[in-house]
């Protein structure tokens, strides 16, 4: 069975990828780069997504799948952006993070924001390839719902669906990363180059 490497030490991200690489063996890349924890220097979730997938592949010299993700909201200049997960300083944590976006949402009419989520894969000897999906809506102004992580509390959808009040399965077939993941399985051309 071929081997395919997921760029993430989460066991969640991990069980999601086995689930869409059914004919793969799918690995953690900590089983096999321990120490894995390539500087995301880049100012996009293109460039993070890319970093990672490609440091992956140098290591292991097998195909490796990375994501970059996270929020972005128009009236703060697009930020947290890039730095979703470390928002709220050195020791962020979702409450943390989350308390700090409504802090510095208050008094702003404009609630847009938006998720991106970028897949990146990297096979060697081929090119990069990667996939967007974005999903849009609207900060609110309290945390509300029992599912998701992140930001998903403070988000609602643009039909006004709290995204915390989504089971996984729900989430799945609206959020960005659902999107995104959709992309790459229509890719006929990728799962050609990986079954080679």
Do not use: W
């Not at 293109?46 to 990375?66: D, F, H, M, Q, R």
């Not at 970059?68 to 993070?97: F, H, I, M, Q, W």
């Not at 308390?99 to 847009?112: D, I, V």
């Amino acid at each position: 069975m071929k081997k395919i490497v997921i760029a993430s030490g989460n066991k969640g991200k991990i069980e999601d990828f086995k689930a869409i690489f059914k004919d793969f063996e799918v690995i953690g890349i900590k089983e096999l780069v321990p120490e894995f924890d390539p500087d995301e220097t880049g100012t996009t979730f293109l460039e993070n997504a890319i970093i990672k997938s490609e440091t992956g592949t140098k290591l292991t010299g097998l195909p490796v799948v990375s994501d970059d993700s996270g929020l972005s909201v128009e009236v703060l200049d697009g930020a947290p952006g890039v730095y979703s997960a470390r928002y709220s300083g050195e020791n962020a944590t979702d409450d943390k993070n989350n308390a700090l976006l409504l802090k510095n949402m208050e008094g702003k009419e404009n609630r847009a924001a938006y998720f991106t989520c970028v897949i990146a894969v990297s096979i060697p000897g081929e090119e990069t390839v990667t996939y967007t999906g974005t999903l849009s809506g609207e900060i609110m102004e309290k945390p509300v719902g029992e599912h998701g992580f992140g930001y998903d509390p403070l988000f609602k959808t643009l039909d006004g669906t709290p995204l915390a009040y989504l089971n996984p399965e729900e989430k799945g077939e609206i959020s960005h990363r659902g999107n995104a993941i959709r992309k790459m399985l229509q890719d006929e051309a990728l799962f050609n180059k990986l079954l080679k």
